[in-house]
């Protein structure tokens, strides 16, 4: 069984002082904040160094890294909490968004869950013998199969959303509403631009 890397202390990072950090300071909680110029010059170079054209692309500033470095992390922590109460996050997904959207076709599930029909109806399946959905024929076209949540579904959800409310907390504890509004925005901008 591979072993997860530990994560890095965040109080355990050392803060640069203000002499160090060029021009700028430190904010409340110690975080160095660039003066304005300074920000807008890292600004513009930022956008450069996340291209993988230019002659200074770094990785560490290329957004899709952080966004795929940034899911998986998520996604590890999941399966470790999921795995307690016998559930994995292909699974969640699912009947979290048919909890949403009762009934969905198994397509509009996988639509919404960017996940491949095949891997989907699989999901979809293991969750029917586990009682948790049930399917049926969608009346206006015999072709479409559609997937309603149980009750015993709707139980498991309430299990689920305790395991995901409480990584959301950690991870999002020191982040404002505002602040989780503007990153909510920016990633739909960047999913729409794909």
Do not use: C
């Not at 909490?81 to 959207?101: C, F, G, K, T």
């Not at 072709?143 to 149980?150: A, N």
């Not at 689920?160 to 505002?178: E, G, L, P, W």
């Amino acid at each position: 069984m591979a072993r997860r890397a530990t994560r890095p202390n965040p109080a355990a990072r050392s803060v640069p002082s203000p002499e160090k950090a060029g021009s700028g300071g430190a904010d409340a909680a110690g975080r160095r904040v660039a003066s304005p110029a300074a920000r807008g010059a890292s600004q513009a170079d930022a956008k450069h160094r996340g291209d993988p054209a230019n002659p200074d692309f770094k990785v560490a500033d290329w957004p899709f890294y952080l966004i795929a470095r940034t899911a998986r992390r998520y996604e590890m922590d999941m399966e470790e909490a999921l795995r307690r109460i016998d559930m994995d996050v292909p699974s969640w997904r699912a009947i979290m968004l048919v909890h949403e959207q009762n009934p969905s076709s198994v397509s509009e599930i996988a639509d919404r869950a960017v996940t491949r029909l095949s891997t989907m109806t699989r999901v979809i399946q293991r969750l029917e013998k586990r009682g948790l959905v049930k399917l049926d024929i969608r009346a206006a076209d015999a072709r479409v199969t559609e997937v309603f949540i149980t009750a015993h579904g709707e139980e498991i959800v309430e299990q689920v959303r305790a395991v995901a409310s409480r990584i959301y907390q950690s991870v999002f504890k020191d982040m404002s509403a505002t602040e989780i509004e503007t990153l909510n925005s920016l990633l739909l901008r960047v999913f729409n631009n794909l």
